[in-house]
Every structure is written in structure tokens, then in C-alpha cells.
């Protein structure tokens, strides 16, 4: 554990707020929510009722297990605006997250929501060691994604310097990485693999930049990814988690222990579910995060189910934190595909992809069907350097892929090595699958 982690920064005293005080905060907060949903959120009044509960009925943290989930599907059902429990005069800023069919989900929030994000995206950077010293590029999309505005309001408010650069336009980011002294930066892992990959193209050497952190999220990569993305760059790289239907980015964040990601509990209340039974499950076992907020106004979510796969870590952390940890998110109970019959995640196939020397780390999943059997591909761009003898290193370094894949996930796949740079880069969320079974 590095120094910074004992410093008790001060606007972080609500991470270390006794057991007794932080519960204390959650369930008169709870209690607050439960009434403003009932009172203003036509649809969750109506669950509540069916279940012939009220508000009073919340009487202490545990009692939130009687009261109903609320999905994804509600917010497209009642879109644009039927889950809002505010009067739109009071509410100051949409956002929207574009799904994978039709429209997209809006969510809204008042002064104090912004107020309450601002806080809880600064108490994110300082728990990764971001100071008021620090020069921060955020190259998320600034819009409707809530990764740019986000990050923005977080970083100024931390009192550091924001490069508000937006996503894309590679080049010009790393000339103002070069030019205005950029120490921190925030953007998907995906995306900054590609700002590697184009610094080297350039002739850019970013581990004598004075980079040094990174601060990423919005979709999932692993341990082995970080790894990578560590060396190549010289930085070191932190998970920050968020949803836009919660609030955005800032829901969860690592410390320097880097032993999972502390929720922010004062404001938002988490469980993890059996999806299957819907039930609670231990700590320490995997399970479906499912979160409410605390100290939102404008849109409450009462039990929302994240569909994001995670456990709570046990035991407390060496930061000195209260708050409680997940484990890194690796997949989502939706992006799991089915192979042959067998349930596969993206995330195993990066992690085979990763244990093998001289792959790196872009990578695309294609699943075909052919006379009924499914076929899954797995192109993966490959360092020049890992071949010497094109047909014999190539030869071998497939096999060692598929093998890797085939022991992880239990699946032939074949495997197909690409240049450097073939795979399409995203600037946002990475597309890994591509599935033409259906089509
Ligand atoms: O992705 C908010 C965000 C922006 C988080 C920037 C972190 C950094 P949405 O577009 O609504 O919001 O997507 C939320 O992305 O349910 C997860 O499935 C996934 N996700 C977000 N952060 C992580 C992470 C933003 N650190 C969905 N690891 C969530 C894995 C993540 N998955």
C-alpha cells in the first residue's frame, strides 16, 4: 500500500465514518427516498401497494429487502420522463444512456443530485491519489454520456486542472497531453489502449510523459488488461464504476490497496442478489449488484438490478475506509453468450487472451453459425516481434491461444491472428462481439 492511502484527505470524511454513523445515515436517507418515490412515482406507488407496503414500513436498513426491483425495462417503459419524482422546473440537467434496441433511457437530476455526483466523483479521485496539482485530460464523451460531464465536475471541484479534450480525435490528444503537461487522465481502458498504440505509431514515448494516472471505467476489463496498460504506459491505472441510472460515474471506486471497489454506501445502498432466486447472497459470493440510491431527488431507483455481475469483498481495507468493496466488475449477467450450449463471457476470453506472450490486448469475439453449430472466432492482433518465421511462429502461437481459450472457457475457438491496428477501435465502450448467428 503505497503512503498516499493513509492520508485521510478532508473532503473524504465520509469514508471513514463509523459503522454505526454510516447506517445511521442510510436508513433516515432511505427512509427519505422510500417516501419521494412514493409520493411522486406513480409506478413504484402502485408496486409498493400491490405488496401492501408504505413508506413507514421501512424501519430499518434490512427492511429494503421487501420492497420491489426496479429494471432497466421500467425506464424504457415509462420513457422519457414517468420515473421522475421531480417537477421538471426543478430539474437542471438529462442524460441519457443509448441501450442496445430503441430509445434510449433518460435520467435527470436537481442541483443537489449534481451536487451529491460532484461529491462523489471528487471523493473517487482522491481515493486513487488524484490532487489539486494534478493537470487531468478527460477524453470520455462529453453529451449525453454521463463519463465527460461526470469526471468534469469531479476533477474541478477536486481543485485540479480539467482538459475537457471530449472523446476521439487521437492525435490531437496526445499532442496536448504533450503539450500542456498532462499527470492524469480519464477515459475507457479500451480507449487508451488505443492512445498507447498511436503514441507509439507517432514516435511518442508516454512513459517519459509525465503522465501517471489513469482513471477508468465504463465497461468491463481485467486485471491482466491493467497489467498492460500499466507497463506500457508507466501510470498507474484505477477501476471507477458507475451507471447512469444510479447516477454516472462515481458509484463505486478503487484505493491505493486495490483490493476491489469501495461504494459510496452514504449515498448509494447496495446488495447483491441471486438472479436467479432474487434472494441475498454472502459476501464474499457472486451474485447481481442491485443499488438504491440514497440522496436522489429527481430519480430514485429503488432496488434497481444492475444486471452487473460482482461479490462484496470481505473483510475491512487497509485504506481505513468504511465503506464496503465489490470486486472488480467483470461481466454483466447479459453479455453472456452461449456457445454450443456453454456460457461464455468476453471478459474469460480476454483473460486466456492476456496469459499468452506477444497477443495484444485488442481482440474481437465473432460467433457464426454454420449448419447449426455455432463457430466462434477470436481475432486477436498479435506484437510483430512474437513472429519471426511467419509460418511456424504463427503456427504456434494460435495454438497456444486456442488453448488457453479452450481451458478458461471449455470452447474450441478458432483463432485468427491480425496485424496491429486491424481490429476497430472504439472511442467510447469496446465492441467485442460481433454475433451473425441471428442475422
Ligand atoms: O458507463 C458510467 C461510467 C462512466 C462509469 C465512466 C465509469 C466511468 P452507462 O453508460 O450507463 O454508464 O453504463 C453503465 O457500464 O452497468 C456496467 O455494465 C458498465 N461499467 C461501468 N463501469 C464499469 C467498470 C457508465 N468499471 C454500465 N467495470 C454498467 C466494468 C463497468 N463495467
Aim: proline residues 5%.
Amino acid at each position: 500500500m503505497s503512503g498516499q492511502s493513509r492520508q485521510r484527505h478532508p473532503i473524504s470524511a465520509a469514508d471513514y465514518l463509523s459503522l454505526d454513523a454510516l447506517h445511521a445515515t442510510q436508513l433516515s436517507r432511505l427512509r427519505r427516498t422510500v417516501q419521494r418515490a412514493y409520493d411522486n412515482v406513480p409506478l413504484l406507488r402502485q408496486r409498493m401497494q400491490q405488496r401492501g407496503l408504505a413508506p413507514a414500513d421501512v424501519r430499518s436498513l434490512g427492511d429494503v429487502t421487501a420492497l420491489p426491483f426496479t429494471v432497466k425495462d421500467d425506464l424504457r417503459d415509462t420513457y422519457p420522463f414517468g420515473l421522475l419524482a421531480s417537477p421538471m422546473k426543478e430539474i437542471v440537467r438529462l442524460h441519457a444512456s443509448s441501450g442496445t434496441t430503441g430509445k434510449p433511457i433518460v435520467v435527470a437530476y436537481t442541483p443537489r443530485d449534481i451536487a451529491v455526483w460532484t461529491e462523489t466523483m471528487m471523493r473517487s479521485y482522491a481515493s486513487c491519489g488524484m490532487h489539486d496539482g494534478d493537470i487531468v485530460q478527460i477524453a470520455y464523451g462529453y453529451g449525453l454520456f454521463t463519463g465527460g460531464l461526470g469526471a468534469h465536475y469531479g476533477v474541478e471541484a477536486l481543485g485540479a486542472t480539467v482538459i475537457p479534450a471530449a472523446a476521439g480525435h487521437t492525435e490531437r490528444q496526445l499532442m496536448l497531453m504533450q503539450d500542456f503537461g498532462v499527470t492524469a487522465v480519464c477515459c475507457t481502458p479500451s480507449y487508451f489502449l488505443h492512445l498507447i498504440d498511436q503514441a507509439q505509431q507517432m514516435g511518442i514515448d508516454i512513459e517519459a510523459l509525465p503522465l501517471r494516472l489513469a482513471v477508468m471505467g465504463a465497461e468491463p476489463w481485467t486485471e491482466g488488461m491493467r497489467r498492460r496498460i500499466e507497463t506500457e504506459a508507466g501510470i498507474e491505472a484505477y477501476d471507477m464504476y458507475g451507471l447512469s441510472e444510479i447516477i454516472g460515474p462515481g458509484v463505486g471506486i478503487e484505493c491505493a490497496c486495490r483490493s476491489g471497489l469501495h461504494v459510496f454506501e452514504d449515498h448509494f445502498l447496495a446488495e447483491v442478489i441471486d438472479p436467479e432466486t432474487l434472494e441475498r447472497v454472502p459476501d464474499g459470493t457472486e451474485g447481481e449488484l442491485v443499488l438504491t440510491t440514497l440522496s436522489k431527488e429527481a430519480m430514485p431507483m429503488i432496488r434497481y438490478r444492475t444486471r452487473d455481475i460482482t461479490a462484496f469483498v470481505t473483510g475491512p481495507c487497509d485504506c481505513g475506509r468504511s465503506l464496503r468493496r465489490i470486486r472488480r466488475i467483470g461481466r454483466r449477467s447479459d453479455d453472456m453468450l452461449i456457445v454450443r450450449g456453454v456460457n461464455v463471457y468476453p471478459s474469460q476470453i480476454e483473460a486466456a487472451l492476456l496469459r499468452v506472450e506477444g497477443t495484444l490486448p485488442h481482440y474481437q469475439i465473432v460467433l457464426t453459425r454454420d449448419q447449426d453449430l455455432d463457430r466462434m472466432e477470436v481475432q486477436v492482433e498479435v506484437a510483430p516481434a512474437a513472429i519471426s518465421d511467419p509460418a511456424s511462429d504463427s503456427q504456434e502461437l494460435q495454438t497456444k491461444i486456442a488453448h488457453s481459450i479452450e481451458s478458461t472457457t471449455g470452447i474450441h475457438a478458432v483463432v485468427r491472428l491480425v496485424a496491429p491496428r486491424t481490429i476497430q477501435r472504439s472511442e467510447g465502450k469496446a465492441r467485442r462481439v460481433i454475433d451473425q448467428r441471428a442475422m
